[in-house]
């Protein structure tokens, strides 16, 4: 997100005199400048309110991180530049000039499942307790409510696993962590072709 940054460079003619003068730099003409700095940054902050948690905690913080993504893919911020006189930002109100933030497509998307163990006891001698695991993706307050496990993947774009939460018990395993995986890069998938149409 280098649009976050307001970039400043001394004029030639400033800079010859022993002045402190500084113009307006775009992002993508900071390369090769010289003596470019940045003098001020933005700084966004996003609430999300919840309207229903009927969804259950974790689905909820799923919709939620996939709505702040569509936000953000969608926010455009004002052309900015430092002004030595009011030693400030100003920014153009031209709205023709404002620059999208160009997000990483690689962005990681939060993906919830919730576990149902249905394994049987064992209980008679000598029988070993076969395991039988129903895997639900996105599961509602509901059948979160009935789940042994839930599990959280935050998944990359190129399907590197960038943060595991489990709570409940130790119902998965490595076997099925790759099946977990497998169904979160392809929830992944839907998620973002959703997020471009949007």
């Known amino acids: 997100m280098g649009g976050l940054r307001i970039w400043q460079r001394p004029t030639d003619a400033t800079e010859e005199e022993g002045g402190g003068g ?50 953000l893919r969608d926010t455009k911020l004002p052309r900015a530049w430092w002004d030595a006189d009011v030693d400030g930002v100003l920014c153009d109100p031209d709205p023709g000039q404002r620059l999208p933030l160009g997000l990483k497509e690689d962005l990681p998307i939060v993906l919830s499942f919730g576990v149902f163990d249905v394994s049987e006891d064992g209980s ?13 993706t996105d599961p509602d307050a509901f059948e979160e409510s009935l789940c042994d496990e839930t599990i959280t993947l935050s998944l990359a774009g190129n399907g590197k696993i960038v943060k595991i939460e489990k709570s409940g018990g130790g119902a998965v395993e490595a076997p099925e962590m790759k099946q977990l995986a497998a169904r979160a890069e392809e929830r992944r998938r839907e998620c973002m072709t959703a997020l471009k149409g949007v």
């Open 22 to 71: 500084m113009q307006a730099v775009r992002e993508e003409e900071v390369e090769g400048l010289g003596r470019a700095e940045v003098k001020a940054f933005w700084t966004l902050y996003i609430d999300v309110v919840f309207i229903s948690l009927d969804h259950g905690a974790n689905g909820v913080v799923d919709a939620a991180w996939l709505a702040m993504l569509a936000a």
């Open 124 to 136: 008679e001698e000598g029988k070993r307790k076969e395991k039988t695991n129903f895997i639900l």
